[in-house]
């Protein structure tokens, strides 16, 4: 059944431009990943409901469905399919007829409803013993009416996957089971916090699996974010460990598995970032740095943002030095780990003194490029700023986040060469992998790194 339904999707795609795809946030699941998804759900009944509310082609749903015939574990299965994107609700259909016909030959009761609308427009009054997705991946407006629909899981800019998690989350039964493929980009950071604290008080996870190549997850699609699949039961009481699980593709040969302290993934920071970890050696890390007793942010110190907005402030910044200018330091500054001021480039690097809203304090400080390359070696990457100059001034770039005291002292040479010390490190480059999937370095996420307090 799913070799013909994605022999049906293959068609489909033929006549639709991945530009085309990608403005809808939607990738296909592969073959081989809806069958390892599919085989997760053990059900608690004979008879089972099930909502895909991502649909596409519906193979998610069918692969439940295969699962359950092909191993006699229900006698009756109910699916519900939300989808809204016209063009595919014909390939959808025919998979609907496919699992009908399917069920019939392995005498299994079979309903299926198709819902052609918006999942998070929709108000569907029923629950379910099981949902399955791969949802549209896409960032949208906070005043979309997606964002007020659910507004009470929007912080900053949202992003349409993660409402699909939480309304998901919403019409399971107790004890329901979730199964969820997405970027690992909820995980951490300020703009997913109040969808992820609800998933986090709001399911038991069981299973998580990743994918060590970033981009091999979706193996006929272009998808260059870490993808993750998410297994867990609706239920507030967390089990005392979850499996991980690692692939290097979607053809999941060779995988490789262990457990981890849920403790130990679960609520890190106040932000509750979770911590998912490609191997035991990182578990062990994880396990070690959480034994840590302080963050920076406990310890009196905070991680901020370069003030200065190129696009914003064009009349205040320059490339060349005038009289009443002072240093600008971005991202170009940071080389190896120390400071080169200025380089050779037409970008600016200067900012007018009389601009009192660009400026800091000309004191010591660390210096953090807010982006990394895909192809650098480490994530962090910083160097320190030693107070030089006769300014009392300088200015930051926005791309570069920055360390002061959250009582306003300065820093002493001895406090950043310390957190320099930590920031450059292997074991923090690792842990802040872990901590954020993406090659973004917020200032946010430096400040709840655990640290002990520095020897005096």
């Not at 409901?49 to 295969?66: H, Q, R």
């Not at 310390?418 to 917020?442: A, P």
Request: charge should be neutral; aromatic fraction near 10%; charged fraction near 25%.
């Amino acid at each position: 059944m799913l070799k013909t339904i994605f022999n049906n999707t293959a068609k489909y795609k033929s006549t639709n431009t991945p530009d085309e795809q990608k403005k809808k946030g939607q990738f296909f699941t592969s073959l081989n990943t809806v069958k390892f998804m599919g085989q997760w759900f053990q059900p608690s009944s004979r008879s089972v409901k099930i909502l895909d509310p991502g649909a596409g082609n519906g193979s998610l749903a069918a692969a439940i469905t295969e699962h359950l015939a092909e191993n006699k574990l229900c006698d009756k299965i109910s699916i519900t399919y939300v989808e809204n994107d016209d063009n595919v609700i014909p390939i959808l259909k025919q998979t609907a007829n496919n699992i009908i016909a399917y069920c019939a030959k392995h005498n299994i009761r079979c309903s299926i409803t198709i819902i052609e609308n918006n999942f998070i427009l929709t108000d569907i009054n029923d629950s379910f013993d099981v949902v399955i997705c791969n949802p549209p991946y896409k960032k949208i407006r906070k005043d979309s009416t997606e964002s007020q629909k659910m507004a009470k899981y929007v912080y900053g800019q949202p992003n349409i996957y993660a409402l699909f998690m939480a309304k998901s989350v919403e019409l399971l039964n107790e004890n329901g089971s979730f199964i969820f493929i997405t970027p690992r980009s909820w995980t951490s950071g300020n703009y997913f916090s109040v969808v992820r604290l609800y998933l986090s008080e709001n399911l038991s996870f069981s299973k998580i699996h990743i994918f060590s190549d970033r981009d091999k997850s979706f193996s006929e699609e272009t998808v260059l974010q870490e993808t993750m699949i998410l297994f867990a039961k609706k239920k507030n009481a967390q089990q005392e460990t979850i499996t991980i699980s690692v692939s290097n593709d979607d053809q999941f040969e060779d995988i490789e598995s262990f457990d981890i302290a849920a403790e130990n993934i679960k609520k890190v920071g106040e932000e509750n970032y979770l911590l998912i970890p490609s191997t035991s050696e990182e578990a062990n890390l994880i396990s070690e740095m959480r034994a840590f007793p302080n963050t920076f942010l406990s310890l009196g110190y905070i991680f901020k943002t370069g003030p200065v907005v190129e696009f914003r402030n064009k009349e205040q910044i320059s490339a060349s030095k005038r009289p009443d200018s002072v240093p600008m330091y971005r991202a170009l500054n940071i080389l190896d780990e120390n400071l080169v001021f200025p380089v050779m480039t037409s970008k600016a690097q200067y900012v007018s003194s009389i601009a009192t809203n660009l400026l800091i304090k000309n004191e010591n400080t660390v210096l953090i490029k807010r982006l990394s390359a895909k192809e650098e070696a480490k994530r962090i990457q910083s160097c320190i700023y030693y107070q030089q100059g006769e300014t009392p001034f300088i200015s930051i770039e926005n791309h570069v986040n920055y360390v002061a005291r959250k009582d306003g002292k300065p820093l002493t040479s001895k406090e950043v060469e310390w957190i320099q010390s930590l920031l450059s490190s292997d074991e923090y480059d690792t842990f802040f992998r872990l901590l954020n999937g993406s090659t973004q370095v917020n200032a946010s996420d430096l400040n709840y790194l655990p640290v002990r307090s520095m020897a005096v």
